[in-house]
T-cell receptor, first 113, second 115 residues
Framework: DGGITQSPKYLFRKEGQNVTLSCEQN?????MYWYRQDPGQGLRLIYY???????QKGDIAEGYSVSREKKESFPLTVTSAQKNPTAFYLC????????????FGDGTRLSIL | AQKVTQAQTEISVVEKEDVTLDCVYE???????LFWYKQPPSGELVFLIR??????QNEISGRYSWNFQKSTSSFNFTITASQVVDSAVYFC????????????FGTGTSLTVIP
């Protein structure tokens, strides 16, 4: 079955540590996205990528970094510069055409130790 | 400015009641797409429906129905005879033609159906 796989499901970060969240899709989608969701809040866009080797900052990119070396993969690194990283992170992908919906992974819950 | 507004933060209904979730959007584009997603407690967002700006026909799928009105820039979602399994957070989203791949989400409405 095609879909989006996020790993790990739960992740703990120590102070001053960088951590990387994995996102893999086998839907052959061109575009991929990372969102952050805080309790009781909506989705905020961190980064998105329309094609391989290209990505754009979203609304809250500070303290995060991404790479898009392969079409299938869009890992997100939460750096030590992100002072409040505790949140639920969702990865999504979509076709390039405008009327296609996004498909989402199951999410990664990141907490601070 | 918020492109998608879901004014209802939380709604509680008793099972079998009907409930309508409101969504108001803002865009200058003449071509755009609207979506509804459901986020159950497990966390994954599930796509429910898509509408393009040229198709104002309302849609019904089982107990779900959607009312798209361009005149009021609204895309409301009604659940008829609600069930406990409908308890979730529901998100409305907008995708504009000219901004390409970016999606704009509302802040979501948390629906609780009480048995």
């Amino acid at each position: 079955d095609g879909g989006i796989t996020q790993s790990p499901k739960y992740l703990f970060r120590k102070e001053g540590q960088n951590v990387t969240l994995s996102c893999e899709q086998n839907l052959n989608h061109d575009a991929m996205y990372w969102y952050r969701q805080d309790p009781g809040q909506g989705l905020r866009l961190i980064y998105y990528s329309q094609i391989v080797n290209d990505f754009q900052k979203g609304d809250i990119a500070e303290g995060y970094s991404v790479s898009r070396e392969k079409k299938e993969s869009f890992p997100l690194t939460v750096t030590s510069a992100q002072k409040n990283p505790t949140a639920f992170y969702l990865c999504a992908s979509s076709m390039a055409q405008g009327d296609q919906p996004q498909h989402f992974g199951d999410g990664t819950r990141l907490s601070i130790l | 400015a918020q492109k998608v507004t879901q004014a209802q933060t939380e709604i509680s209904v008793v099972e079998k009641e009907d409930v309508t979730l409101d969504c108001v959007y803002e865009t200058r584009d003449t071509t755009y797409y609207l979506f509804w997603y459901k986020q159950p407690p497990s966390g994954e967002l599930v796509f429910l429906i898509r509408r393009n700006s040229f198709d104002e026909q309302n849609e019904i799928s089982g107990r779900y129905s959607w009312n798209f009105q361009k005149s009021t820039s609204s895309f409301n979602f009604t659940i008829t005879a609600s069930q406990v399994v409908d308890s979730a957070v529901y998100f409305c989203a907008l995708r504009e033609w000219y901004t390409g791949n970016q999606f704009y989400f509302g802040t979501g409405t948390s629906l609780t159906v009480i048995p």
